[in-house]
Protein backbone atom coordinates (compact mmCIF):
# COMPACT_ATOMS: atom_id res chain seq x y z
CA UNK A 1 0.00 0.00 0.00
CA UNK A 2 2.91 2.37 0.80
CA UNK A 3 4.54 1.74 -2.77
CA UNK A 4 0.50 2.43 -4.13
CA UNK A 5 0.98 5.62 -2.49
CA UNK A 6 3.71 6.95 -3.39
CA UNK A 7 3.30 6.09 -6.84
CA UNK A 8 0.16 7.88 -7.18
CA UNK A 9 1.96 10.95 -5.35
CA UNK A 10 4.26 10.77 -7.82
CA UNK A 11 2.45 10.44 -10.98
CA UNK A 12 0.32 13.33 -9.41
CA UNK A 13 3.33 15.12 -8.65
CA UNK A 14 4.60 15.00 -12.87
CA UNK A 15 1.22 15.85 -13.97
CA UNK A 16 1.25 18.96 -11.62
CA UNK A 17 4.62 20.25 -13.08
CA UNK A 18 3.46 19.79 -16.41
CA UNK A 19 0.66 21.95 -16.05
CA UNK A 20 2.87 24.58 -14.47
CA UNK A 21 5.19 24.43 -17.33
CA UNK A 22 2.07 24.89 -19.96
CA UNK A 23 0.78 27.46 -18.17
CA UNK A 24 4.22 29.55 -17.69
CA UNK A 25 4.81 29.11 -21.66
CA UNK A 26 1.07 30.42 -22.67
CA UNK A 27 1.60 33.38 -19.86
CA UNK A 28 5.00 34.32 -21.52
CA UNK A 29 3.39 34.08 -24.96
CA UNK A 30 0.18 36.17 -24.10
CA UNK A 31 2.66 38.72 -22.87
CA UNK A 32 4.88 39.20 -25.79
CA UNK A 33 2.07 38.97 -27.96
CA UNK A 34 0.94 42.10 -26.27
CA UNK A 35 3.47 44.17 -25.98
CA UNK A 36 4.35 43.44 -29.51
CA UNK A 37 1.04 44.75 -30.68
CA UNK A 38 1.10 47.23 -28.26
CA UNK A 39 4.90 48.22 -29.40
CA UNK A 40 3.21 48.31 -32.55
CA UNK A 41 0.40 50.02 -32.52
CA UNK A 42 2.51 53.35 -30.72
CA UNK A 43 4.36 53.50 -33.54
CA UNK A 44 1.87 53.39 -35.59
CA UNK A 45 -0.78 56.37 -33.02
CA UNK A 46 -2.69 54.13 -31.76
CA UNK A 47 -2.73 54.47 -27.94
CA UNK A 48 -6.56 53.30 -26.83
CA UNK A 49 -7.28 50.05 -28.07
CA UNK A 50 -4.52 47.81 -27.87
CA UNK A 51 -3.59 48.41 -24.23
CA UNK A 52 -6.20 46.41 -23.20
CA UNK A 53 -4.43 43.15 -23.80
CA UNK A 54 -2.58 43.04 -21.28
CA UNK A 55 -5.38 42.39 -19.25
CA UNK A 56 -5.00 38.98 -20.64
CA UNK A 57 -1.78 37.98 -19.05
CA UNK A 58 -3.07 40.24 -16.25
CA UNK A 59 -5.80 37.81 -15.64
CA UNK A 60 -4.07 34.53 -16.37
CA UNK A 61 -1.08 34.95 -14.34
CA UNK A 62 -3.19 36.13 -11.48
CA UNK A 63 -5.69 32.96 -11.42
CA UNK A 64 -2.86 30.44 -12.49
CA UNK A 65 -0.53 31.75 -10.21
CA UNK A 66 -2.71 33.69 -7.35
CA UNK A 67 0.41 34.20 -5.05
CA UNK A 68 2.51 36.30 -7.30
CA UNK A 69 -0.25 37.91 -9.14
CA UNK A 70 -0.09 41.24 -8.08
CA UNK A 71 4.01 40.88 -8.13
CA UNK A 72 3.27 40.03 -12.02
CA UNK A 73 0.90 42.69 -12.46
CA UNK A 74 3.04 45.44 -10.95
CA UNK A 75 5.52 44.19 -13.05
CA UNK A 76 3.86 44.21 -16.58
CA UNK A 77 2.19 47.76 -15.63
CA UNK A 78 5.88 49.00 -15.53
CA UNK A 79 6.49 46.98 -18.37
CA UNK A 80 3.99 49.17 -20.23
CA UNK A 81 5.21 52.52 -18.62
CA UNK A 82 9.02 52.02 -19.85
CA UNK A 83 7.43 51.14 -23.40
CA UNK A 84 4.48 53.88 -23.24
CA UNK A 85 6.24 57.09 -21.80
CA UNK A 86 8.91 57.33 -24.54
CA UNK A 87 6.11 57.97 -27.20
CA UNK A 88 3.94 60.22 -25.24
CA UNK A 89 6.86 63.65 -25.77
CA UNK A 90 6.10 64.75 -22.31
CA UNK A 91 2.65 65.88 -23.43
CA UNK A 92 0.60 65.61 -19.27
CA UNK A 93 -2.22 63.99 -20.54
CA UNK A 94 -0.85 61.19 -22.71
CA UNK A 95 1.83 60.58 -19.68
CA UNK A 96 -1.24 60.65 -17.07
CA UNK A 97 -3.22 58.15 -19.50
CA UNK A 98 -0.35 56.17 -19.38
CA UNK A 99 0.25 56.14 -15.81
CA UNK A 100 -3.73 55.31 -15.30
CA UNK A 101 -3.69 52.79 -17.02
CA UNK A 102 -1.17 50.91 -15.25
CA UNK A 103 -2.53 51.70 -11.92
CA UNK A 104 -5.65 49.59 -13.73
CA UNK A 105 -3.48 47.19 -14.29
CA UNK A 106 -2.12 46.66 -11.16
CA UNK A 107 -5.64 47.32 -9.73
CA UNK A 108 -6.79 44.30 -11.75
CA UNK A 109 -4.17 42.12 -11.06
CA UNK A 110 -4.56 42.87 -6.97
CA UNK A 111 -8.17 41.92 -7.12
CA UNK A 112 -8.15 39.10 -9.46
CA UNK A 113 -5.10 37.42 -7.36
CA UNK A 114 -6.95 37.54 -3.81
CA UNK A 115 -10.66 36.65 -5.74
CA UNK A 116 -8.40 33.19 -7.11
CA UNK A 117 -6.79 32.65 -3.88
CA UNK A 118 -9.76 32.98 -1.69
CA UNK A 119 -11.52 30.28 -4.52
CA UNK A 120 -8.49 27.87 -4.28
CA UNK A 121 -8.21 28.16 -0.55
CA UNK A 122 -11.96 27.43 -0.64
CA UNK A 123 -11.27 24.70 -3.31
CA UNK A 124 -8.28 23.11 -1.05
CA UNK A 125 -10.58 22.72 1.68
CA UNK A 126 -12.98 21.09 -0.18
CA UNK A 127 -10.23 18.53 -2.02
CA UNK A 128 -8.84 17.73 1.88
CA UNK A 129 -13.03 17.38 3.07
CA UNK A 130 -13.93 14.81 -0.24
CA UNK A 131 -10.64 12.94 0.20
CA UNK A 132 -10.10 12.47 3.60
CA UNK A 133 -13.48 11.89 4.79
CA UNK A 134 -14.49 8.56 6.56
CA UNK A 135 -17.25 8.39 4.36
CA UNK A 136 -17.88 7.08 0.83
CA UNK A 137 -17.53 10.73 -1.43
CA UNK A 138 -19.70 10.48 -4.83
CA UNK A 139 -19.93 13.28 -7.54
CA UNK A 140 -22.91 11.83 -9.71
CA UNK A 141 -23.44 13.67 -13.10
CA UNK A 142 -26.44 13.00 -15.64
CA UNK A 143 -25.23 11.03 -18.56
CA UNK A 144 -26.10 9.90 -21.86
CA UNK A 145 -27.23 6.33 -20.80
CA UNK A 146 -27.85 7.63 -17.15
CA UNK A 147 -26.58 9.43 -13.88
CA UNK A 148 -22.99 8.70 -13.71
CA UNK A 149 -19.83 9.12 -11.32
CA UNK A 150 -18.24 11.71 -11.86
CA UNK A 151 -16.12 11.54 -8.83
CA UNK A 152 -15.47 9.77 -5.42
CA UNK A 153 -12.74 9.34 -3.16
CA UNK A 154 -10.65 6.76 -1.96
CA UNK A 155 -12.89 5.18 0.51
CA UNK A 156 -15.76 4.99 -1.69
CA UNK A 157 -13.73 3.41 -4.34
CA UNK A 158 -12.35 0.13 -2.11
CA UNK A 159 -16.40 0.09 -0.34
CA UNK A 160 -17.14 -1.80 -3.71
CA UNK A 161 -13.34 -2.94 -4.14
CA UNK A 162 -12.29 -0.79 -7.40
CA UNK A 163 -10.08 1.87 -7.67
CA UNK A 164 -11.04 5.86 -7.86
CA UNK A 165 -9.86 5.66 -11.21
CA UNK A 166 -11.83 2.52 -12.61
CA UNK A 167 -14.73 3.66 -10.80
CA UNK A 168 -15.38 7.10 -12.47
CA UNK A 169 -17.63 7.38 -15.56
CA UNK A 170 -19.67 3.77 -14.20
CA UNK A 171 -23.41 3.93 -13.78
CA UNK A 172 -24.12 4.72 -10.36
CA UNK A 173 -27.61 2.29 -10.34
CA UNK A 174 -25.44 -0.67 -11.06
CA UNK A 175 -24.01 -0.30 -7.68
CA UNK A 176 -26.96 -0.65 -5.98
CA UNK A 177 -28.79 -4.06 -5.00
CA UNK A 178 -31.87 -2.90 -6.11
CA UNK A 179 -31.68 -0.69 -9.41
CA UNK A 180 -34.81 1.11 -8.90
CA UNK A 181 -32.99 2.08 -5.23
CA UNK A 182 -31.19 5.49 -6.96
CA UNK A 183 -34.52 6.48 -8.55
CA UNK A 184 -36.08 6.67 -5.32
CA UNK A 185 -33.23 8.28 -3.84
CA UNK A 186 -33.24 11.31 -6.53
CA UNK A 187 -36.46 11.91 -6.47
CA UNK A 188 -36.05 12.35 -2.86
CA UNK A 189 -33.42 14.80 -3.20
CA UNK A 190 -35.15 16.40 -6.16
CA UNK A 191 -38.04 16.77 -3.46
CA UNK A 192 -36.36 17.82 -0.45
CA UNK A 193 -33.41 19.01 -1.73
CA UNK A 194 -31.64 16.36 0.44
CA UNK A 195 -31.90 13.34 1.99
CA UNK A 196 -30.22 12.00 5.29
CA UNK A 197 -29.53 8.49 6.76
CA UNK A 198 -31.13 6.10 4.42
CA UNK A 199 -30.54 2.45 4.75
CA UNK A 200 -29.42 0.57 1.39
CA UNK A 201 -28.10 -2.61 0.04
CA UNK A 202 -24.89 -2.50 -2.33
CA UNK A 203 -22.78 -4.75 -4.36
CA UNK A 204 -19.27 -5.28 -4.24
CA UNK A 205 -17.50 -6.17 -7.40
CA UNK A 206 -17.04 -9.87 -6.33
CA UNK A 207 -21.08 -9.61 -5.82
CA UNK A 208 -20.87 -9.36 -1.92
CA UNK A 209 -23.58 -7.56 -0.35
CA UNK A 210 -22.41 -4.09 1.56
CA UNK A 211 -25.29 -2.45 4.10
CA UNK A 212 -24.80 1.12 3.96
CA UNK A 213 -26.30 4.63 5.83
CA UNK A 214 -26.49 6.81 2.15
CA UNK A 215 -26.88 10.42 2.31
CA UNK A 216 -27.78 12.68 -0.79
CA UNK A 217 -27.90 16.29 -1.63
CA UNK A 218 -28.56 18.44 -5.09
CA UNK A 219 -25.20 20.38 -6.62
CA UNK A 220 -25.41 22.92 -9.22
CA UNK A 221 -25.33 21.37 -12.55
CA UNK A 222 -28.06 18.44 -11.79
CA UNK A 223 -25.18 17.21 -9.69
CA UNK A 224 -25.74 15.19 -6.43
CA UNK A 225 -23.33 14.74 -4.01
CA UNK A 226 -23.61 10.88 -2.48
CA UNK A 227 -22.13 10.21 0.99
CA UNK A 228 -22.22 5.83 1.95
CA UNK A 229 -21.27 4.70 5.33
CA UNK A 230 -20.53 0.90 5.42
CA UNK A 231 -22.68 -0.20 8.36
CA UNK A 232 -22.22 -4.10 7.11
CA UNK A 233 -20.30 -4.66 10.23
CA UNK A 234 -22.90 -3.07 12.76
CA UNK A 235 -26.13 -4.91 11.19
CA UNK A 236 -23.89 -8.00 11.41
CA UNK A 237 -23.64 -7.74 14.83
CA UNK A 238 -26.97 -6.46 15.39
CA UNK A 239 -28.78 -9.32 13.56
CA UNK A 240 -26.15 -11.47 15.72
CA UNK A 241 -27.19 -9.97 18.85
CA UNK A 242 -31.31 -9.99 17.88
CA UNK A 243 -30.76 -13.89 17.34
CA UNK A 244 -28.94 -14.74 20.39
CA UNK A 245 -32.05 -12.69 22.21
CA UNK A 246 -34.29 -14.49 20.68
CA UNK A 247 -32.47 -17.85 21.81
CA UNK A 248 -32.11 -16.85 25.40
CA UNK A 249 -36.14 -15.26 25.42
CA UNK A 250 -37.39 -19.06 24.13
CA UNK A 251 -34.41 -20.53 26.42
CA UNK A 252 -36.30 -18.60 29.27
CA UNK A 253 -40.02 -19.24 28.24
CA UNK A 254 -38.94 -22.76 28.31
CA UNK A 255 -37.31 -22.71 31.63
CA UNK A 256 -39.97 -20.71 33.17
CA UNK A 257 -43.31 -23.21 31.75
CA UNK A 258 -40.99 -25.87 33.48
CA UNK A 259 -40.52 -24.14 36.48
CA UNK A 260 -44.30 -22.93 36.81
CA UNK A 261 -45.61 -26.75 36.66
CA UNK A 262 -43.00 -28.20 39.09
CA UNK A 263 -44.36 -24.97 41.41
CA UNK A 264 -47.37 -25.87 40.70
CA UNK A 265 -47.01 -29.91 41.38
CA UNK A 266 -45.02 -29.04 44.75
CA UNK A 267 -48.17 -26.65 45.73
CA UNK A 268 -50.98 -29.44 45.45
CA UNK A 269 -48.75 -31.64 47.30
CA UNK A 270 -48.40 -29.35 49.96
CA UNK A 271 -51.69 -28.58 50.06
CA UNK A 272 -52.59 -32.70 50.25
CA UNK A 273 -49.98 -32.60 53.26
CA UNK A 274 -51.80 -29.97 55.31
CA UNK A 275 -55.03 -31.48 54.74
CA UNK A 276 -53.70 -35.43 55.81
CA UNK A 277 -51.57 -34.19 58.62
CA UNK A 278 -53.44 -33.68 62.47
CA UNK A 279 -49.71 -32.09 63.87
CA UNK A 280 -50.36 -28.47 64.23
CA UNK A 281 -46.32 -28.04 64.02
CA UNK A 282 -46.43 -29.91 60.61
CA UNK A 283 -48.96 -27.99 59.70
CA UNK A 284 -47.78 -24.55 60.28
CA UNK A 285 -44.00 -25.78 58.71
CA UNK A 286 -45.60 -26.97 55.55
CA UNK A 287 -48.05 -23.20 55.22
CA UNK A 288 -45.06 -21.60 55.17
CA UNK A 289 -43.30 -23.80 52.50
CA UNK A 290 -46.60 -23.48 50.62
CA UNK A 291 -46.40 -19.43 51.00
CA UNK A 292 -42.77 -19.65 49.90
CA UNK A 293 -44.04 -21.27 46.76
CA UNK A 294 -46.47 -18.91 45.93
CA UNK A 295 -43.95 -16.14 46.17
CA UNK A 296 -42.14 -18.16 43.64
CA UNK A 297 -45.14 -18.53 41.68
CA UNK A 298 -46.01 -15.23 41.81
CA UNK A 299 -42.36 -14.04 40.46
CA UNK A 300 -42.36 -16.55 37.64
CA UNK A 301 -45.44 -14.80 36.29
CA UNK A 302 -44.11 -11.87 36.81
CA UNK A 303 -41.56 -12.54 34.82
CA UNK A 304 -43.44 -13.89 31.73
CA UNK A 305 -45.15 -10.58 31.65
CA UNK A 306 -41.43 -8.92 31.03
CA UNK A 307 -39.95 -11.72 28.72
CA UNK A 308 -39.52 -9.24 26.22
CA UNK A 309 -37.97 -6.73 27.59
CA UNK A 310 -35.07 -5.09 25.33
CA UNK A 311 -35.74 -7.88 22.50
CA UNK A 312 -37.09 -5.59 20.41
CA UNK A 313 -35.36 -2.45 19.47
CA UNK A 314 -36.27 1.10 21.11
CA UNK A 315 -38.18 3.85 19.43
CA UNK A 316 -39.58 7.28 19.05
CA UNK A 317 -43.20 6.62 21.26
CA UNK A 318 -45.63 9.35 22.06
CA UNK A 319 -46.26 9.93 25.54
CA UNK A 320 -49.86 10.68 25.55
CA UNK A 321 -51.10 8.29 23.46
CA UNK A 322 -49.21 5.63 25.55
CA UNK A 323 -50.83 6.42 28.72
CA UNK A 324 -54.27 6.94 27.22
CA UNK A 325 -53.88 3.54 26.37
CA UNK A 326 -52.62 2.36 29.61
CA UNK A 327 -55.36 3.84 31.87
CA UNK A 328 -58.21 2.81 29.58
CA UNK A 329 -57.17 -1.13 30.06
CA UNK A 330 -56.45 -0.62 33.76
CA UNK A 331 -59.26 -1.06 36.06
CA UNK A 332 -58.43 2.01 38.89
CA UNK A 333 -62.28 2.30 40.88
CA UNK A 334 -62.36 6.11 41.88
CA UNK A 335 -59.24 7.37 40.67
CA UNK A 336 -59.13 10.25 37.81
CA UNK A 337 -55.95 9.96 35.31
CA UNK A 338 -55.04 13.58 34.08
CA UNK A 339 -52.29 13.77 31.39
CA UNK A 340 -50.45 16.93 30.17
CA UNK A 341 -48.08 15.34 27.87
CA UNK A 342 -49.31 16.36 24.66
CA UNK A 343 -46.67 15.92 21.08
CA UNK A 344 -44.50 14.76 23.64
CA UNK A 345 -42.29 11.84 22.51
CA UNK A 346 -39.65 9.90 24.01
CA UNK A 347 -37.14 7.46 22.90
CA UNK A 348 -37.80 3.96 24.65
CA UNK A 349 -38.12 0.30 24.91
CA UNK A 350 -41.56 -0.80 23.54
CA UNK A 351 -42.54 -1.79 26.78
CA UNK A 352 -43.12 2.06 28.22
CA UNK A 353 -46.11 1.11 28.38
CA UNK A 354 -45.59 -1.32 31.34
CA UNK A 355 -43.72 1.75 32.77
CA UNK A 356 -47.14 3.77 33.16
CA UNK A 357 -49.10 0.49 34.09
CA UNK A 358 -47.12 -0.37 36.91
CA UNK A 359 -47.17 3.35 38.13
CA UNK A 360 -50.76 3.91 37.59
CA UNK A 361 -51.35 0.20 39.98
CA UNK A 362 -49.01 1.31 42.65
CA UNK A 363 -50.53 4.71 42.97
CA UNK A 364 -54.63 2.79 43.01
CA UNK A 365 -53.36 0.04 45.21
CA UNK A 366 -50.62 1.41 47.81
CA UNK A 367 -51.66 5.32 47.72
CA UNK A 368 -54.64 4.31 49.86
CA UNK A 369 -56.24 8.01 49.45
CA UNK A 370 -55.46 8.82 45.87
CA UNK A 371 -58.49 10.45 43.89
CA UNK A 372 -56.55 11.19 41.13
CA UNK A 373 -53.05 10.78 38.75
CA UNK A 374 -51.15 13.43 37.13
CA UNK A 375 -49.25 13.14 34.42
CA UNK A 376 -46.93 16.28 32.83
CA UNK A 377 -43.26 17.20 31.68
CA UNK A 378 -40.73 20.20 31.89
CA UNK A 379 -38.42 20.94 30.29
CA UNK A 380 -34.10 21.14 31.82
CA UNK A 381 -30.78 22.31 30.52
CA UNK A 382 -29.73 18.59 30.55
CA UNK A 383 -32.93 16.59 29.34
CA UNK A 384 -36.31 16.43 30.12
CA UNK A 385 -38.49 15.22 33.55
CA UNK A 386 -42.34 13.62 33.20
CA UNK A 387 -43.56 13.67 36.38
CA UNK A 388 -45.97 11.21 37.98
CA UNK A 389 -47.76 12.75 40.67
CA UNK A 390 -50.63 11.68 43.09
CA UNK A 391 -53.05 12.69 45.90
CA UNK A 392 -52.23 9.77 48.20
CA UNK A 393 -50.09 8.88 51.68
CA UNK A 394 -46.99 8.95 50.15
CA UNK A 395 -43.92 6.95 50.69
CA UNK A 396 -41.78 7.59 53.28
CA UNK A 397 -38.37 8.61 53.27
CA UNK A 398 -36.48 5.65 54.25
CA UNK A 399 -38.52 3.77 51.57
CA UNK A 400 -37.49 6.10 48.54
CA UNK A 401 -34.48 4.52 47.42
CA UNK A 402 -35.43 0.92 48.49
CA UNK A 403 -38.89 1.17 46.67
CA UNK A 404 -36.74 0.10 43.15
CA UNK A 405 -34.49 -2.37 44.71
CA UNK A 406 -35.52 -6.34 43.55
CA UNK A 407 -38.01 -7.73 45.48
CA UNK A 408 -38.75 -5.09 47.73
CA UNK A 409 -42.52 -4.40 47.92
CA UNK A 410 -46.13 -6.16 48.93
CA UNK A 411 -46.56 -9.48 47.50
CA UNK A 412 -43.26 -9.93 46.40
CA UNK A 413 -43.99 -7.97 43.67
CA UNK A 414 -40.84 -6.68 41.16
CA UNK A 415 -43.23 -4.09 39.57
CA UNK A 416 -40.76 -0.85 40.51
CA UNK A 417 -37.54 -2.71 39.86
CA UNK A 418 -38.19 -3.44 36.43
CA UNK A 419 -39.83 0.03 35.80
CA UNK A 420 -36.34 0.83 36.37
CA UNK A 421 -34.67 -1.51 34.00
CA UNK A 422 -37.03 -0.51 30.99
CA UNK A 423 -36.33 3.15 31.31
CA UNK A 424 -32.65 2.39 31.81
CA UNK A 425 -32.29 0.44 28.41
CA UNK A 426 -32.18 4.46 26.68
CA UNK A 427 -30.39 6.14 29.45
CA UNK A 428 -33.33 7.29 31.21
CA UNK A 429 -33.81 7.22 34.84
CA UNK A 430 -36.78 7.39 37.78
CA UNK A 431 -36.54 8.86 41.27
CA UNK A 432 -39.55 9.26 43.90
CA UNK A 433 -39.51 12.79 45.14
CA UNK A 434 -42.56 13.11 46.63
CA UNK A 435 -44.19 14.36 49.98
CA UNK A 436 -45.17 11.86 52.53
CA UNK A 437 -48.50 12.68 53.90
CA UNK A 438 -49.55 14.39 50.74
CA UNK A 439 -48.86 12.15 47.91
CA UNK A 440 -46.18 10.14 45.55
CA UNK A 441 -44.06 11.75 42.86
CA UNK A 442 -42.10 10.01 40.56
CA UNK A 443 -39.93 11.75 38.11
CA UNK A 444 -38.81 10.08 35.26
CA UNK A 445 -35.36 11.70 33.69
CA UNK A 446 -34.94 11.70 29.86
CA UNK A 447 -31.42 12.51 28.60
CA UNK A 448 -31.14 15.45 26.17
CA UNK A 449 -31.82 13.71 22.57
CA UNK A 450 -33.72 11.20 24.15
CA UNK A 451 -37.27 13.11 23.58
CA UNK A 452 -38.55 15.85 20.89
CA UNK A 453 -41.69 17.62 21.13
CA UNK A 454 -43.58 16.98 17.37
Known sequence: MAHQYRGAGSLTSHRRSAIRDTRLLLLAVSVLIA????????????????????????????????????????ALALGYLALALPFTGGEAGAV????????????????VSLLALRLREQEERYRGIFDNSEAGTFIVAPGESGPQ????????????????????GKQITDLFDDPGAWGALAADVDRNGAVYECEATLRRIEGAAVQVIASAGRLPGDRIVLTLVDITARKNAEDALRRTNAKLNMLGNLTRRDLAAAVSGLLARISD??????????????????????????????????????????GWQPVQEVVREVASRLVLPGVSVRSWVERLEVFADPMLDRVFSNLLENAARHGKTVSKVVITYRTLDDGLVISIEDDGVG?????????????VGTEGGLGLFLVREILAITNMTIRETGTPGKGARFEIHVPAGGYRIV
Open 395 to 407: IPESEKERIFDYG
Open 149 to 168: IEEVNYVGAALFGFTAKNLV
Open 35 to 74: FIANAAGLLAGITIVLPHLLYLPIVLAACWFPRRGSLFSL
Open 96 to 111: VSALSRAAVFVAVGAV
Open 273 to 314: GIQESGDPNLRRYLESLEEDARLVERRTKITRDYQDLGVRPP
